[in-house]
């Protein structure tokens, strides 16, 4: 199941200036501590792991745990190297994963 | 006139009366952490002293809703490629897990300053810590009072 993302990255920086992203995924992060309303448990659903490469080199990466709120938002930041692509990766509970990617130009 | 100005004075009463039982709670001194964060803790720093400083743990002091609680951790690091932050870890004291999240930084980050929407259970405390490329670990506590927490109504 696809889920949304919504990615915030300047199209243009200077090299070597700070660059602040900002991540939105649309997911439930189901905690597993709650039951449904014949108090059945409903099982764990959440994304587990945060990962953001630049040109293909890891330059951050996240464990995310039920603690996480829904529709988990990450902000970080990284320099601004080179131009190229900014590739984000989530994976979860029940085989989830979902990539995006955004174009930087550094001049 | 007569009834509005009563309402008001006990609304005002009320507001004094819980504002101060927010603050004892505030001021409560600092209590021996819960088993299950002091385990998630030693988990991650091993056998390492933890200080406090260097790292600034933000979130609200009070909050309505504990299902999405703005939190951002900023380290003071120059980040470079010999003095960076490696990883930052946050913790509470009374969800039904005790680790919030974990991240792997590097000198790349520029800037090791994060945050992100967390779910808090109840009042409790909540704290981060970060371990810097030197191996040192530094942490930061957080009080926070929740008026309705993160859906757990069914604990075990």
């Given at each position: ?12 920086a ?11 995924i ?14 059945k ?15 293909g ?21 990284t ?5 190229g ?8 509970d029940?085989?989830f ?11 | 006139m ?22 004892l ?39 309505e ?16 490629a ?45 704290v981060?810590i ?5 191996g ?15 859906c757990l109504?069914?604990?075990?």
């Amino acid at each position: 199941m696809a889920a949304r993302t919504l990615i915030n990255v300047p199209q243009k920086a200077r090299r070597g200036e700070i660059i602040q992203i900002k991540t939105l995924i649309s997911h439930i992060m189901e905690t597993g501590f709650r039951h449904d309303n014949v108090g059945k448990p409903i099982p764990r659903d959440i994304i587990t792991s945060f990962v953001c490469t630049y040109n293909g080199e890891e330059i951050f990466k996240a464990a995310l745990y039920q603690a996480i709120a829904a529709n988990p938002f990450i902000t970080f930041h990284t320099v601004a190297t080179g131009s190229g692509t900014i590739a984000f990766q989530w994976t979860g509970d029940n085989g989830f994963t979902q990539e995006a990617s955004a174009k930087i130009t550094v001049e | 006139m007569g009834i509005g100005n009563t309402t008001q004075a006990t609304r005002r009463e009320f507001l004094a009366a819980t504002a101060g039982a927010g603050a004892l709670l505030m001021v409560r001194p600092a209590q021996a952490t819960p088993a299950s964060m002091a385990t998630a803790i030693r988990q991650v720093v091993g056998e390492a002293h933890v200080k406090p400083g260097k790292i600034k743990l933000d979130l609200p002091p009070l909050v309505e809703n504990g299902n999405t609680v703005a939190m951002s951790v900023a380290v003071d690091s120059p980040m470079t490629a010999k003095d960076y932050v490696k990883a930052i870890h946050v913790f509470t004291e009374k969800n039904p897990q005790p680790n919030v999240i974990s991240i792997q930084l590097g000198p790349r980050a520029g800037k090791a300053e994060i945050s992100t929407r967390v779910r808090l259970a109840d009042t409790q405390q909540v704290v981060a810590i970060c371990e810097l490329s030197d191996g040192s670990f530094w942490s930061d506590k957080v009080d926070v009072i929740i008026t309705l927490g993160a859906c757990l109504e069914d604990l075990p």
